[in-house]
């Protein structure tokens, strides 16, 4: 059977930008993600000046949506975006967007993370994500899905999720494991002819999701296939 592609695309353009683009937030999700808690808001107050300040409560608020952290600029941010935190936390306050030194920015994921109990990515936790996405693929081959659960965990361990290549590869070779080892399933239950026919059908990697459900099947019958 060939091998899964290392660069397998496991989800649409589409969700990829839904779980790791910067959130676009609606007027409800506005209100609920940058509804700042006493320590949020103090933290917030402790930058320098106000463009500092609104960066901060951006970061904040897009955290709490995506459990991770996004490069931007002010000038690039909705406009309503900024409306809203001005309105909430600086009425009366004249916003000029100017850009926020690097260290700065990143001076404050560091104290976002110290206040919500999270960690950076580190590849020492890589070993953990290989597991559980070996355990996802014996219930569903599909990429989105295994790839959801995994940052659930993720969330779960409080651990800021990795680039989306990190993942994808993480799932790609979970994917390729498990069809090497149905493949020895598949292997030991069916005689020549069956074997030819599956061939066939492996020409289409979406067969892969029948092939688990056969293969596990044999599995627990311990039987093999005969075609008539």
């Known amino acids: 059977m060939r091998a899964l592609d290392k660069h397998l695309t496991i989800v ?29 808001l103090a933290l917030a107050h402790q930058r320098d000046g106000l463009h500092g300040k609104i960066t901060c409560i951006l970061q904040i608020g897009y955290f709490k949506a995506k459990q991770a952290f ?5 000038v690039d941010i909705p406009g309503e975006e ?15 967007p100017k850009p926020v030194r690097k ?8 104290e976002i993370l110290r206040l919500f109990g999270y960690r ?8 953990r994500l290989q597991a559980r996405a070996a355990q996802l693929v014996r219930r569903d081959v599909t990429p989105a899905f295994i790839l959801t659960e995994l940052i659930a965990l993720l969330r779960q361990e409080k651990i800021v999720r990795p680039g989306y290549d990190t993942v994808q590869a993480v799932i790609s070779e979970a ?9 020895k399933v598949v292997e030991k239950a069916l005689d020549r002819d069956a074997k030819a026919a599956l061939q066939q059908l ?5 067969t892969l999701s029948e092939l688990v459900i056969n ?8 039987l093999p296939i005969h075609y008539q």
Do not use: C, H, N
Not at 12 to 40: I, N, V
């Open 82 to 96: 900024i409306e809203f935190v001005m309105g909430r936390y600086f009425p009366g306050q004249t916003f000029r």
């Open 103 to 110: 260290e700065e920015y990143y001076r404050q994921r560091k």
């Open 215 to 222: 293969a596990q099947r044999l599995e627990k019958v311990k």
């Open 70 to 74: 996004f490069p931007f600029r002010l």
């Open 120 to 127: 950076f990515w580190s590849r020492e936790f890589l070993p």
């Open 175 to 183: 994917l390729a494991a498990e069809r090497r080892r149905l493949s």
């Open 202 to 206: 492996l020409v289409r990697e979406e």
């Open 12 to 40: 649409s353009e589409a969700e990829k930008s839904a779980l790791y683009g910067l959130p676009d937030f609606d007027d409800f999700q506005r209100a609920e993600y940058f509804a700042l808690t006493a320590d949020e």
